[in-house]
């Protein structure tokens, strides 16, 4: 008898994570992690278990913000949603201080950014913004008007 191998490209298997951590992997990868408001690393990522809730959010620019209750341990496997740019006349631009600290969404829907953004195309007219503080797990909204064509509407938010 003769044995033969084959072999298959793939990539490798994560580590098999012991009944006392959390390991949590991203499609694609690479998306921070922030546990309770606390930045963690990027994924793929293990982290220590708890019989605690926490707050887990996954944040990976050009995707929709992932955020979810997590206990106990285990694997995590999460496939995040690609967002497609909006696109109109008039624009906005969201400007802060704490850079990559807030996501934000426009009318309820995300814009894959994190503040500061680029120019967000929207239509001339009433638009909300609101942004998710990766650190407080706060949200908060700025009602704006969009009049000018050429020139993007700014949103301070801190």
């Known amino acids: 008898e003769i044995a033969v191998a084959i072999a298959i490209d793939a990539a490798p298997a994560p580590p098999p994570v012991a009944g006392d951590a959390w390991m949590v992997t991203t499609t694609p990868a690479g998306a ?7 930045e963690q690393g990027k994924t ?3 982290m220590p278990a708890s019989s605690d809730r926490h707050t887990l959010a996954l944040v990976l620019p050009g995707f929709e913000l992932h955020v979810e209750e997590l206990s106990g341990a285990g694997e995590k496997a999460i496939t995040l949603r690609e967002v497609t740019p909006t696109d109109g006349r008039g624009g906005i631009k ?4 704490a850079e990559d600290r807030y996501y934000v969404y426009v009318d309820g829907k995300p814009s894959g950014m994190l503040c500061p953004t680029e120019r967000i195309g929207v239509e001339l007219g009433d638009h909300v913004v609101e942004i998710y503080d990766l650190v407080s797990e706060s949200r908060k909204q700025f ?3 969009v009049e000018d064509t ?3 509407t700014r949103v301070r938010v801190d």
Do not use: M, N
């Not at 921070?32 to 606390?38: C, E, K, N, T, W």
């Not at 969201?94 to 201080?97: L, Q």
């Open 32 to 38: 921070r992690v922030f546990l309770d408001g606390a």
């Open 143 to 145: 009602p704006i008007k």
């Open 44 to 46: 793929p990522l293990t």
């Open 94 to 97: 969201v400007r802060c201080k």
């Open 150 to 152: 050429a020139r993007s």
